[in-house]
């Protein structure tokens, strides 16, 4: 016989969630229906994917195909539809036809057909791992379980924005690098070029001009310019090793302490634990389980290794201590900590988490606006190195050429 999972509401307004058997969906709504219970979810149970498969997927935590701006504009219009109403397969038939990237369309239009039989949004998404990371399926999870979905998608919405905007800065430092790594050894290896052609030209003009300047070139070619394309490429491929998914917990750990661009790492940080706590915070005000709360806000978090700290966690006990969780991640400072513990104390545990999270809001917005100029510095530093390393390269082939050549002429060398 069948069995399906449910979620629903009882008459005195509490939530309702488990498994039934039944020969049939209708069969399993009238009998939840009898037994006083408004359903609101109705999913077929899927037999669970075998150990092997499970171990070798690795799903991304926080990387997408999809540039923040995508996320950030695909999220704002989800909460936007069902705060109007909207149920999620109409929801998701409205975004298929709205949104630009194809990928997403196509993945909206999937979404309609798993999300009309029941399942959850979160579910229907965890299929789409490429365009969905972990921490996006928690946010959702974590809304769908408390019922603030839409404002958990104005959240995700939020976040894709800010890093949007922040990544609109970025293009100083490459403009820095492309100028250091294409424009500044050009323009030294053509005055070289010129220089020595010039002067082969003048040991035999036989050669002519364009015949003297290849003389010039060849040794060149394999003296600097075969080793400046090779040192490209050797960066090209360490940087394509380090985007790759396997790494995203090292990259995620570098990120919360990059030391050129100031703010960055205390953003991230900041950012990440504004989330947890928002979504904690939540998830206590609707009634879950200390230890299912800290687990869906953990799950929620963006950055993957303070998401781990979180979740490595003994989360187990129904009545988990908030305060003392708080104090074995080692993300928090004491005196946080004591806020917390002052929650614990006199019962007010959801307000004193939203007193924290706001503190954290209030310190990512400080060093989101400190870590623009510091994008700015950034490429500045490289500009700087570059060009000096360029202006050396002139000084010492053209300029000291003239003065040879004016030593040589004045008969003093």
């Known amino acids: 016989m069948p069995t399906f999972r449910f979620e629903g509401v009882t008459p005195q307004g509490k939530k309702a969630q488990g498994s039934i058997q039944a020969e049939s969906r209708d069969e399993a709504m009238r009998r939840l229906s009898d037994g006083g219970v408004m359903v609101q979810i109705l999913s077929d149970t899927v037999a669970p994917v075998a150990p092997s498969v499970q171990a070798t997927e690795r799903r991304p935590w926080a990387d997408s195909v999809l540039s923040h701006k995508d996320l950030s504009l695909f999220f704002a219009q989800f909460s936007a539809t069902i705060k109007a109403g909207m149920g999620a397969a109409q929801a998701l038939t409205h975004l298929s ?10 993945a909206c239009r999937s979404m309609v057909h798993e999300v009309s039989t029941g399942q959850r949004i979160s579910e229907a998404m965890g299929r789409f791992p490429k365009l969905f990371p972990e921490y996006v399926i928690g946010t959702v999870r974590a809304g769908e379980a408390a019922g603030y979905l839409p404002d958990a998608m104005t959240e995700l919405a939020d976040y894709n924005e800010r890093w949007h905007r922040l990544r609109i800065w970025y293009w100083i430092p490459k403009l820095a690098l492309w100028n250091a790594v294409l424009i500044a ?16 030209y003048g040991e035999d003009e036989n050669l002519g001009v364009s015949g003297a300047l290849g003389k ?17 490429l050797f960066a090209w491929v360490v940087w394509s090793f380090a985007l790759r998914s396997a790494l995203e917990p090292l990259r995620a750990r570098a990120a919360l302490g990059l030391p050129i661009i100031f703010g960055y790492g205390r953003y991230t940080l900041a950012n990440s634990l ?3 706590l928002n979504h904690l915070e939540r998830l206590y005000e609707a009634g879950l389980a200390p230890s299912t709360a800290w687990d869906l806000a953990a799950g929620a978090v963006p950055n993957q290794y303070v998401a781990s700290r979180l979740r490595a966690i003994q989360t187990g006990d129904r009545n988990l201590n908030v305060a003392e969780a708080a104090r074995q991640t080692g993300l928090f400072s004491e005196d946080l900590i004591g806020v917390l513990n002052t929650g614990v104390s006199t019962g007010d545990v959801p307000g004193m988490i939203g007193r924290m999270a706001r503190y954290y809001e209030e310190e990512a917005g400080n060093q989101y606006a400190m870590t623009k100029p510091g994008v700015l510095r950034l490429g500045l530093l490289i500009l700087l190195i570059s060009s000096g390393i360029g202006m050396i390269g002139l000084a010492n082939n053209y300029f000291g050429r003239i003065f040879d050549a004016v030593e040589e002429f004045m008969g003093t060398r």
Request: glycine residues 2%; proline residues 7%; hydrophobic residues 65%.
């Open 274 to 276: 504004r989330a947890f």
């Open 185 to 200: 050894p050009f323009i030294a290896i053509s005055t070289k070029v010129f220089l020595d052609g010039l002067a082969a």
């Open 97 to 106: 036809q709205s949104v630009r990237n194809r990928a997403l369309a196509q």
């Open 216 to 232: 010039a070139f060849k040794p060149l070619f394999w003296k600097f310019i075969m080793p400046l394309w090779a040192a490209v």
